[in-house]
C-alpha cells in the first residue's frame, strides 16, 4: 500500500533533514539526495522512541505539577500540553515561512502513519506531528541520530561486540561487491565529523581497518568467536580517541607551514592531527599517514611535508596530477 501525505516544514527543518541524507547518502539513480527514502525510514526507526520520550516528559510534567500544586489532574494535564506546545516543541520557536513537501509512504512507514493518525494526534495535525517529530530528531548528536537512521546495523553491530563473533558485510566505499571478514573491537564517534565508526581487524589480512557504519550493507554475525587481542585492543582504543576513521600505523613526520599555512592550521579543525611539537614553523607530527595526507591537501604551497619522503611524494604526485588537468 502507498500513499502520499503533504507536511509542511520550515525552510531550517528541511535544510538539516536534507544535509542529514547527503551525509547519511540516501541518494536517488542520478546522485541526487533521496529525502523521501530518509525519511521513511527515520519515521520507522524513531517513532517508538520519541513516542517513549514524549509519553515520558509528559508524566513528568504532569508529576511535577500536581506535586507542587494543589491542580486538579485535568487541568494539569491541559497545562502540560500548553508548556510541551508552547516552550519544548522546537518547531514553534522557529520564525520564517513553511514550506509543503509530499512525503510517498509504503510499507513499514505507511504502518506507522497510519498509527498515528487513528491513536496520537488528538488536537494537533499529522503534519504537525511529524514536524514535532524531526525537530525532535534534530535535537540529538548527529552521530547518535546515525545509529537511529541505521538501527538495524548498529543493533547488529553491538550484538557482534558482546558476542565476540566475526561479522560480514558489504561497504559501500568498496567499487566492487567485496565482501568483508572481520572482527569487530570498537564503535566510535568521530568528534570532527559526528559520524560512527567501526574499529576492526580484517580476519585474512590481520590488519587492523575503520568502516563509517552509514556505509555498511549486509551485516551478519556468523557463529565464529574470536579471542580479544588485548594489545590490540589497547592500541585501537587510542586510535579511536584521536582518530577512529583512519587506524593505520603511525609516521613520524615533519610539515613546514608558512604564516598563512599556521593560520589555516588553526582554523581548519576538522580532522585536524595532533602536534608533538614546533620548531619555528616546522610541525611534528606521530599520526597516520593517511590522515595527515587527507588534511594537508587543502594547505597548497602553505603546508610543504618535509619528511616522510612518502607521505610528500604522495601529495607532490597529487598537485602535480591536478596541475596537468588543468593545463588541458
Not at 32 to 59: G, M
Request: aromatic residues 10%; contains cysteine; charged residues 30%.
Amino acid at each position: 500500500m502507498t500513499e502520499k501525505y503533504k507536511i509542511y516544514l520550515s525552510e531550517e527543518t528541511r535544510t538539516r533533514l536534507i544535509n542529514d541524507a547527503e551525509l547519511f547518502e540516501f541518494t536517488k539513480s542520478d546522485e541526487s539526495v533521496n529525502l523521501n527514502a530518509f525519511l521513511k525510514t527515520l519515521i520507522v526507526n524513531y517513532f517508538d522512541r520519541y513516542r517513549h520520550d514524549s509519553e515520558a516528559l509528559l508524566d513528568n510534567i504532569l508529576k511535577d505539577l500536581t506535586d507542587i500544586t494543589s491542580i486538579s489532574n485535568k487541568a494539569a494535564s491541559a497545562l502540560a500540553d500548553k508548556i510541551i506546545s508552547t516552550y519544548i516543541k522546537a518547531d514553534s520557536l522557529q520564525s520564517g515561512k513553511n514550506s509543503a513537501l509530499t512525503l510517498t509512504v509504503s510499507g513499514a512507514s505507511y504502518d506507522i502513519l497510519k498509527i498515528i493518525e487513528l491513536n496520537m494526534l488528538k488536537d494537533t495535525s499529522l503534519s504537525q506531528y511529524l514536524k514535532d517529530m524531526f525537530n525532535s530528531y534534530l535535537s540529538i548528536p548527529r552521530n547518535e541520530r546515525e545509529t537511529i537512521i541505521f538501527k538495524d546495523t548498529y543493533e547488529d553491530l553491538t550484538k557482534a561486540l558482546e558476542a565476540r563473533r566475526v561479522i560480514t558485510f558489504l561497504s559501500t566505499n568498496s567499487e566492487r561487491k567485496h565482501t568483508f571478514v572481520v572482527e569487530p573491537y570498537i564503535i566510535a564517534a568521530s568528534k570532527e565529523e559526528q559520524c560512527n565508526y567501526l574499529i576492526c581487524r580484517d580476519v585474512k589480512t590481520r590488519t587492523p581497518r575503520t568502516f563509517r557504519i552509514s556505509r555498511l550493507r549486509s551485516v551478519f554475525i556468523t557463529s565464529d568467536e574470536f579471542k580479544i587481542d588485548e594489545e590490540l585492543q589497547k592500541e585501537l582504543r587510542e586510535k579511536a580517541i584521536r582518530s577512529p576513521h583512519s587506524v593505520s600505523s603511525n609516521v613520524k613526520a615533519v610539515v613546514r607551514l608558512s604564516q598563512n599555512g599556521i593560520r589555516m592550521f588553526k582554523v581548519i579543525t576538522k580532522n585536524r592531527p595532533l602536534v608533538s611539537k614546533t620548531e619555528g614553523n616546522l610541525y611534528y607530527f606521530d599520526w597516520p599517514a593517511l590522515q595527515l595526507e587527507e588534511y594537508f591537501r587543502r594547505f597548497g604551497k602553505d603546508a610543504i611535508v618535509v619528511k616522510p619522503a612518502s607521505l610528500k611524494e604522495k601529495i607532490r604526485k597529487y598537485y602535480y596530477h591536478a596541475l596537468r588537468e588543468y593545463n588541458k
